[in-house]
């Protein structure tokens, strides 16, 4: 029962639940023809399918290299692992003639003001997001992949990203902390709500978009990094104005409960919840707001040292929502100069859309968008 079904209308690994494990990759893509862009697309379809459906690698003849790395010993257990495989804009300049059927609203990432963007660990053609309850299956389905794609793939970069036990997919639910030590998901929108991933997730095919875009969903990947040397010398009482919430229950500020739902408007001059409080500037609640709602889906990092001696750890921020402006976009600009901003820094990432999933064996990723 630990195996995510390949097949459907969109791709797994944005609304199922969120195993322990997260690890996100970016491609440059080295095929030069839109018939090796097919072959790529092909290849990464017949790949995934096979990683997680798990299963025994074909013979082994110790003349040539094994078929498999072999780090997960010689049966390949799916461990909950998704592969999810995104485009960004830069798939759609001259090379193959995509330019006519790029998303609307799909960019290079453009820098926010309190960006200290990397270039190293920015944009690329292909964003493939893996999720497994091991490190180690993420890590064996990349090897397993850029394995197979030698010639029509590079990697650019890549991150990995954990949550803490509590929020394996199997045990008592929890919501997981982040390295700022409060409840991160809390508000976030409920996966299994059919209905809501349809209005806020999902492109729909009553939209401007392009056809082949219906089922898909814009993905946004941001590497956060958080001061956390500053963080832990922060007052508790400031820390929690600043995010909004009690940092031990989760409850937003005000309420009793974690789960209790917060009603602003009562509270016009942000006497209870500071009007910078970032739940407040992040969702509103007003009829108006409605719209810039988005599905998150983050990890937390933690990556060594920085050269000034600094932990380098935060948080592997990812969204999907059907329209970046008004999901991910109008969150952020609303968040901009946020109280909270002091303490972190988004230094990478990328705008992606994720491909809508693959209906049958007879398909193929991207196969609407050749
Ligand atoms: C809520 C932390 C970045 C959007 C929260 C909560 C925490 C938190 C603790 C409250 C619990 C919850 O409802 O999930 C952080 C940290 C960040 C960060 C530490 C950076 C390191 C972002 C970014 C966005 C965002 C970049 C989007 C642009 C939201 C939204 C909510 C939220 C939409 C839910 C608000 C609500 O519905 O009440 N965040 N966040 N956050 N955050 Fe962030």
Redo the contacts with the bound molecule.
């Keep these: 029962e630990q195996v995510q079904p390949f097949y459907g209308p969109h791709q797994a690994g944005i609304v199922n639940p969120v195993p322990a494990a997260g690890l996100v990759a970016a491609f440059d893509v080295l095929a030069t023809s839109r018939a090796d862009l097919e072959r790529m697309f092909r290849t990464l379809t017949e790949r995934i399918a096979f990683l997680m459906a798990g299963g025994t690698p074909p013979e082994i003849d110790p003349k040539f290299p094994p078929p498999d790395s072999g780090v997960l010993g010689p049966v390949i257990v799916p461990d909950n692992l998704t592969v999810t495989v995104a485009v960004g804009a830069s798939l759609f300049d001259q090379r193959f003639g995509l330019a006519g059927v790029k998303p609307l609203e799909l960019t290079t990432m453009v820098r926010f003001s309190n960006d200290a963007l990397d270039p190293e660990t920015c944009h690329g053609d292909l964003m493939l997001q893996f999720c497994a309850n091991t490190p180690e299956a993420n890590i064996h389905a990349l090897r397993a992949v850029v394995k197979a794609t030698p010639d029509l793939l590079a990697l650019r970069w890549k991150l990995d990203g954990f949550l803490p036990a509590a929020t394996k997919t199997t045990g008592p639910k929890e919501?997981a902390r982040?390295?700022?030590g409060?409840?991160?998901?809390?508000?976030?929108l409920d996966p299994t709500d059919g209905t809501a991933m349809d209005r806020i997730v999902w492109v729909r095919p009553d939209t401007a978009e392009p056809a082949w875009t219906v089922g898909g969903s814009y993905q946004?990947v941001?590497i956060?990094r958080?001061f956390v040397e500053r963080w832990d010398r922060t007052p508790l009482q400031e820390q929690q104005t600043i995010?909004?919430?009690d940092k031990a229950s989760?409850a937003?500020l005000g309420l009793k409960a974690e789960h209790d739902v917060?009603d602003y408007s009562g509270d016009p001059e942000g006497k209870v919840m500071p009007l910078d409080a970032?739940?407040?500037l992040?969702?509103p609640?007003t009829a108006a707001t409605e719209a810039n709602?988005?599905l998150?889906r983050p990890f937390n990092y933690s990556r060594g040292v920085t050269k000034a001696g600094q932990l380098d750890m935060?948080?592997l921020?990812i969204?999907f929502q059907s329209s970046l402006k008004a999901g991910?976009i109008a969150?952020?600009e609303r968040?901009n100069g946020e109280p909270?901003e002091e303490y972190?820094k988004?230094t990478g990432g990328g705008y992606f859309f994720t491909l809508p999933g693959v209906p049958d064996k007879d398909g193929y990723l991207g196969q609407g968008l050749l």
Excluded: E, M, Y
Aim: hydrophobic share 45%; aromatic share 8%; no cysteine.
């Design positions: 919501t982040n390295l700022l409060f409840k991160d998901g809390t508000a976030n946004v941001r956060i958080n995010i909004g919430r989760g937003a917060p970032h739940i407040r992040a969702n609640r709602l988005i998150r935060g948080l921020f969204s991910f969150v952020q968040l909270l972190i988004p």
